[in-house]
């Protein structure tokens, strides 16, 4: 990028369900997993990462490479900030008795 971009990095909503079909039909590539983190470029959709997976489309017509490796970048910092889920043994407690007087 040799000149300063207008770039956000945002979080998809159910609203932006159109914008990826088209970005992935553009990039003949399947919509990537969701939760997703766009890329915009001066308020229109060049990339879109999968918070799951890592995966990536991008506008094949922008010089979108750029930006797609800056919401990848943004993408793996988000991931390491989740905690981990770790498996809790769970104890079996037996029901109170109580014992009448």
Do not use: C, K, N, Y
Not at 44 to 63: G, M, N, Q
Not at 72 to 96: C, I, S, Y
């Amino acid at each position: 990028m040799s000149a300063a971009l207008d770039l956000t990095l945002r979080p998809a909503t159910p609203d932006d369900d159109t914008d990826v079909a088209r970005l992935a039909i553009l990039d003949s590539a399947r919509p990537p997993s969701r939760p997703l983190l766009l890329a915009e470029v001066a308020g229109e959709l060049w990339a879109a990462v999968s918070l799951t997976d890592l995966s990536v489309i991008a506008d094949p017509f922008r010089p979108s490479a750029e930006v797609a490796a800056i919401a990848v970048h943004r993408a793996r910092q988000l991931r390491a900030a989740q905690p981990t889920r770790t498996v809790r043994r769970t104890r079996m407690w037996r029901p109170l008795r109580t014992t009448s007087a």
